[in-house]
């Protein structure tokens, strides 16, 4: 069966500290890998999705970026925090091809000081 | 852009009532799913849905996709306070795999 894991599940960050949040999907190959961040009574917003390695599409400009460095690991990065990326994130993958549901691990909850 | 609007925003309910809860949109999807998502967690997966008037049931859940592919509604029977929980539509359109997700349906079942 797959599993996907996300780390950590919190997070404690000073306002222009360095980010890095860390996904892998295990028992599947060549998964679709996405992040989203989810604001209350906002929904989830897509951030980036990935359909192979090194490869990413970013889906709301921000100071924030994502890495595909392996099959089945997606990384989501800053180089410096704003008080503005405070939120839940989530990362997800889906099986290829058309109608495949997606599958989340238990998220981020990422809080800037 | 897509948008799926979920109704109620907000339900609270007493053990063992019915209920049901709506996603509705002007865009036609190709497939329809419906997640639960409880505080600190990420969203499950309850049901996909991808044929015009299809119904799935899972227990005392029913799940019903509109004949048009533009809008859903999850029934649950008998109410549980384990049912608590944000219930998500996401709508799937295009081939990579892009979803366009609801605000979600906030279910508290009091005991």
């Known amino acids: 069966s797959q599993t996907i894991h996300q780390w950590p599940a919190t997070l404690v960050q000073p306002v222009g500290s360095p980010l890095s949040l860390e996904c892998t999907v295990e028992?599947?190959?060549?998964?679709?890998l996405y992040w989203y961040r989810q604001a209350a009574g906002r929904g989830l917003q897509l951030l980036f999705y990935?359909?192979?390695?090194?490869?990413i599409s970013s889906e709301v400009p921000q100071n924030l970026s994502a890495s595909r460095p392996q099959d089945r690991q997606f990384i989501l990065s800053s180089k410096k925090l704003l008080l503005s990326d405070s939120g839940f994130y989530l990362c997800?993958?889906?099986?290829?091809?058309?109608?495949?549901?997606?599958?989340f691990g238990d998220g981020t909850r990422l809080s800037i000081l | 852009t897509q948008l799926l609007e979920q109704s109620p925003q907000f339900l609270s309910i007493q053990e063992g009532e019915n209920l049901t809860v709506y996603c509705n949109s002007s865009?036609?999807?190709?497939?329809l799913q419906w997640y639960r998502q409880e505080p600190g967690e990420g969203p499950v997966l309850l049901v996909t849905?991808?044929?015009?008037?299809e119904v799935k049931k899972l227990k005392r859940l029913t799940f019903q996709f509109g004949d048009a592919r533009k809008d859903s509604s999850l029934h649950i029977t008998a109410a549980q306070p384990g049912d608590t929980g944000l219930y998500l539509c996401?709508?799937?359109?295009?081939?990579?795999?892009?979803?366009?997700f609801g605000i979600g349906t906030k279910l508290q079942v009091i005991p």
């Open positions: 849905v991808v044929t015009g008037g």
């Open positions: 996401a709508g799937g359109a295009g081939g990579y795999q892009k979803v366009t």
């Open positions: 865009s036609v999807f190709s497939s």
């Open positions: 997800a993958w889906s099986r290829p091809g058309t109608n495949q549901p997606q599958h």
């Open positions: 990935s359909v192979g390695i090194g490869q």
């Open positions: 028992g599947t190959s060549n998964p679709n």
